[in-house]
C-alpha cells in the first residue's frame, strides 16, 4: 500500500487538502473513504458525517467484534431513523497500547439525521455492551449539502486522519487494517 506525504490528494479534476503531516496518509485507504462520502452524496442531497473511536480491553487478533458492533449499531439505526444506506469506514490500528483501537466515520442520510446525541448514545450502548470504552473527539460530526464544496473539503480534511501512516499494520495477515462501506454511487 502507497504512503504518501503530499498534502492534497486529487479527485476526479479537483484536489482536496489532506492531514498528512508527521506519517504521511495511505492513499488506497483515503481514496476508499471520499469514494463511500462521494457515493453517499450521489443518493443523498444532505449527509450528516460521524467520526468516533473504539477501543478494547484486551488483543484481539481479528475484526469481528468491528463487525458484530456495526450489525448492531446499524439495524438500530435503520430501525429508529428508516435509513436504508449507512456509509462507514473504519480503520484498525495499534502502537503501544496491548489492544488495537478503531477510528470510525459513518455516513448518514442528513434529511432524517442532522444532530449526533442519538446516534452517539447507541454507539455507547453497543460497544459497552461489548466491554469496550469509545471516546468521541471534539466537533465529531458535520452536516452539509452536497452542493457545499467548502464543507466537503473541511470533512475530508477531518476524515484523512483515518488514513495515517502510524499505527497500521501491527496484525495477523489475514487481518484487515480497514474496511470500508460497499455503497454504490447512484446510477442516473
Known amino acids: 500500500m502507497y504512503l504518501s506525504h503530499s498534502r492534497v490528494i486529487e479527485w476526479g479534476a479537483s484536489l482536496y487538502l489532506v492531514n498528512a503531516k508527521v506519517s504521511g496518509c ?10 463511500q462520502l ?28 468491528i463487525t458484530r458492533f456495526n ?28 489492544a488495537p483501537h478503531y477510528h470510525c466515520v459513518l455516513f448518514l442520510d442528513g434529511s432524517k439525521v442532522d444532530y449526533p446525541n442519538l446516534v452517539l448514545r447507541y454507539i455507547r450502548e453497543v460497544w459497552l455492551n461489548m466491554s469496550g470504552s469509545y471516546f468521541v473527539p471534539k466537533h465529531c460530526f458535520y452536516n452539509f449539502h452536497r452542493s457545499d464544496d467548502a464543507r466537503i473539503r ?9 488514513a495515517k501512516g502510524r499505527g497500521k499494520g501491527n496484525r495477523p495477515p489475514q487481518t484487515k487494517d480497514s ?8 446510477v442516473p
Open 38 to 65: 462521494f457515493n453517499m452524496l450521489s443518493h443523498h442531497n444532505k449527509l450528516h458525517a460521524l467520526r468516533f473511536d473504539l477501543h478494547q480491553a484486551k488483543y484481539q487478533p481479528d475484526n469481528k467484534r
Open 154 to 162: 473541511k470533512v475530508i480534511y477531518r476524515i484523512s486522519y483515518l
Open 26 to 35: 495511505y492513499t488506497k485507504m483515503l481514496k476508499s473513504m471520499m469514494g
Open 71 to 98: 450489525r448492531n449499531l446499524f439495524k438500530r439505526l435503520k430501525r429508529k431513523y428508516g435509513v436504508k444506506r449507512i456509509g462507514y469506514f473504519w480503520v484498525r490500528e495499534q502502537e503501544t497500547a496491548p
Open 179 to 186: 474496511s470500508p462501506s460497499r455503497i454504490k454511487q447512484k
